[in-house]
Every structure is written in C-alpha cells, then in structure tokens.
Nanobody, 121 residues
Framework: QVQLVESGGGLVQAGGSLRLSCAASGRTYSNFIMGWFRQAPGKEREFVAS????????RYADSVKGRFTISRGDVRATVTLQMNDLKPEDTATYYCAGGHQVLRGDKSSSWGQGTQVTVSS
C-alpha cells in the first residue's frame, strides 16, 4: 500500500499561481505513476496531470495544458504541480494519486487527503 501526503494549495486571485506537492511512501516500483485529480462541488472527480516517475513522461488534461506543469521532485516518489494563470474554474479540491502501470480515478489508485485550491475572480 502506498501512502500519499499533499501540501500546498490555498486562496489566490485569478491570474495568480500556486504550487502543490505530494510525497509517496511505501512500496513503489519502476512503473509507478503519480498525478493529480480535482473535484469541484457538485462535479465528478476529473484528471488533471500525471507523470511516470521512472521516465518523466507527462500527461495533461486539455483544460490545464500550457498553464500547469507536473514535475518530479529531487526525492524519489515526490511530485509538484505548478499552477500558473489560475482561473476561477480551477477552484476545486485537488487530490494526489498514485498507481502502478496505470493511474485511474477510482479506488484502484492510492489517494492523498486532498487540498483546497480557491481562485477568486
């Protein structure tokens, strides 16, 4: 079982930036993927970005391409999500997720506790 702990988030005005971090502990293998999902009130959880820890290969949701950057940290199994040019529609609870070979938005992945991001207009 993998445990995930998030940090970061908060309140920012539209056009501002925030950074989220996530650290995984437990047993991870070379095909470990880490990423972020988000869920706004009344909406389903949606994929934001992911990164293969071993290769650095990234994937983004169309809604955040060009604004968000996911990257590996210096310490194994840590990732950051740099969020620039934030918009009110980015407001949500952001969840760090981890999985092996595939990263799904369901219980097959490991999840952090969630961190709130609020963007004011």
């Amino acid at each position: 079982q993998v445990q995930l702990v998030e940090s970061g988030g908060g309140l920012v005005q539209a056009g501002g930036s925030l950074r989220l971090s996530c650290a995984a502990s437990g047993r991870t293998y070379s095909n470990f993927i880490m990423g972020w999902f988000r869920q706004a009130p009344g909406k389903e959880r949606e994929f934001v970005a992911s990164i293969w820890w071993s290769t650095g290969t990234t994937r983004y949701a169309d809604s955040v391409k060009g604004r968000f950057t996911i990257s590996r940290g210096d310490v194994r199994a840590t990732v950051t999500l740099q969020m620039n040019d934030l918009k009110p529609e980015d407001t949500a609870t952001y969840y760090c997720a981890g999985g092996h070979q595939v990263l799904r938005g369901d219980k097959s992945s490991s999840w952090g506790q969630g961190t709130q991001v609020t963007v004011s207009s």
